[in-house]
């Protein structure tokens, strides 16, 4: 016959002090009863009640010292018990430990707790290790993106995509934040349809995500709630669960991305710590960049005065450099060319003699031809213009019209000598419109040569130097 389960009753059970009291007190009258038994046997020998009273109040107070001494070690221990099992309930849940409880003694429980302790431990250990290989993983893509992505449209788009594929969330949006104006604007969206939205200028409101950007802080955000912006942009980019982290970098506010309808409801910690490091990696990504743009532009504004300087030292060439670059412009219209090389052709048309504020006043402004010495620097004036303008990111592309607006189709030309197909298209027609009005306005060795001159020259004289194609389309704009 099978041997019955003895039901186990954990320490932490309130019947466990009162059943220690009541069996305290039963083990207590034993020995009074037996001072008692003898009293009545040798009290014939003489011994008095008074007697018989000191160490019956001795056996007393050892007793109340005692059940007081061992009822306040109970006392903790079930303390005890009770702090480590809410502890593990919390740990493995509340119907597991009851699982393992019930119907056991307690080295059976003790063992099959620290079995389940051990298995969740290594729950845990997989998790992290999962979690920091997906860590690593996205920082690494962040990483290699923000080295190698010279956009910072397409890096955004990159960080929005990574992160909603590494937190399996099927929407992702990073918005910009104004912080003067209080406004937001979307800068970048993954798995989201903005189709015929306004998504610029959204004011700060008192909602959730509001409430991220106030804070500077990171959260989970599961009752969403309304009234951060106009309800089709709510209902197209939020969907609760959502994790957001503020872009904060130096304590300044820079926007928010977040990540929301994920397919899994439940949101953990070392998410919204994955979500928070790729945010400030991205909080620190815009703020260079916002630093290089205003560097850039503070630079673009002195190379423009030196522009001027140019023009002010040489009288002659006053103008000469926006009327190249309007022409030159007008030329890439005729040839449909994109709204990119109209921007190039139109800089680079302003800039191209910048170079010249490194030649001497005597040469640029001399009536008759210069001698070898003035040549030689007159013609470094195409290189020192590329190394003022190449510092600049944003007019890196100029570079090579600004140092070969002197080239020729024979080869003839400087300062490398380049022929035929080396020479760009955008070149070549800032090289004619540069010509074109060099002949046609006055300079100190000669006065401006009509229109009907300037064609004879660049059609016959110039056949073999110059891109044919593009002087007959130049002719047709200026009549």
Not at 267 to 279: G, K, Q, Y
Not at 310 to 335: F, N, P
Not at 399 to 428: A, M, N, Q
């Amino acid at each position: 016959m099978p041997k019955k389960k003895r039901k186990y009753s954990p320490l932490e059970s309130p019947y466990t002090l009162r059943k220690f009291s009541i069996l305290f007190f039963v083990m207590s009258t034993l020995p009074i009863i037996l001072l008692y038994f003898f009293y009545e046997q040798v009290k014939k020998l003489g011994i008095t009640g008074g007697d018989y009273i000191f160490p019956l109040g001795l056996i007393v107070i050892g007793i109340c010292l005692g059940y007081w001494g061992m009822r306040v070690v109970l006392r903790d221990l079930v303390n005890v018990v009770k702090v480590h099992t809410e502890a593990l309930e919390e740990l493995l849940g509340a119907d597991k430990v009851k699982e393992i409880v019930d119907g056991k003694n307690e080295i059976a429980v003790l063992a099959q707790t620290f079995d389940e302790m051990i298995l969740h431990l290594q729950a845990n250990v997989r998790k992290l290790e999962m979690t920091k290989k997906t860590l690593h993983s996205v920082l690494r893509r962040v990483g290699r993106g923000m080295t190698t992505i010279n956009d910072t449209d397409t890096f955004l788009d990159l960080i929005v995509e990574t992160i909603a594929d590494a937190l399996n969330a099927q929407r992702s949006v990073l918005m910009l934040y104004d912080e003067k104006k209080e406004k937001f604007s979307i800068k970048s969206t993954f798995g989201v349809d903005l189709e015929n939205i306004s998504q610029a200028n959204l004011p700060l409101r008192d909602g959730s995500i509001s409430r991220v950007v106030k804070d500077k802080k990171p959260a989970f955000i599961t009752d969403y709630k309304t009234g951060d912006f106009p309800k089709p942009i709510e209902n197209a980019l939020f969907e609760p669960p959502i994790l957001c982290a503020p872009l904060v970098s130096h304590d300044n506010i820079f926007g928010i991305i977040a990540i929301s309808a994920r397919e899994e409801s439940k949101l953990t910690r070392d998410e919204l710590i994955l979500l928070s490091n790729i945010a400030d990696q991205t909080a620190v990504s815009i703020e260079n960049t916002k630093l290089n743009d205003d560097a850039e532009k503070t630079y673009f504004q002195t190379i423009s005065a030196l522009a001027l300087a140019v023009e002010a030292k040489d009288t002659y060439s006053r103008g000469h450099q926006e009327r190249v670059a309007t022409l030159a412009v007008k030329i890439g219209r005729s040839l449909n060319l994109s709204e990119e090389d109209y921007s190039t052709l139109r800089d680079a048309g302003r800039l191209h003699d910048i170079g010249k504020i490194g030649v001497l006043d005597e040469a640029l402004g001399k009536p008759g031809k210069l001698d070898a010495e003035e040549m030689t620097m007159m013609r470094k004036h195409t290189v020192i213009g590329e190394g003022i303008i190449a510092p600049i990111h944003s007019l890196r592309s100029l570079c090579d019209i600004v140092r070969h607006h002197h080239e020729f189709l024979d080869g003839t030309g400087y300062p490398d000598g380049l022929k035929g197909d080396e020479i760009s298209r955008l070149t070549r027609i800032l090289i004619i419109a540069d010509i074109f009005d060099a002949l046609t306005t006055t300079r100190p060795y000669r006065k401006a040569l009509s229109k009907e001159t300037a064609k004879r020259i660049m059609v016959e004289e110039f056949a073999q130097k110059l891109d044919q194609e593009i002087v007959k389309i130049m002719f047709d704009i200026v009549g």
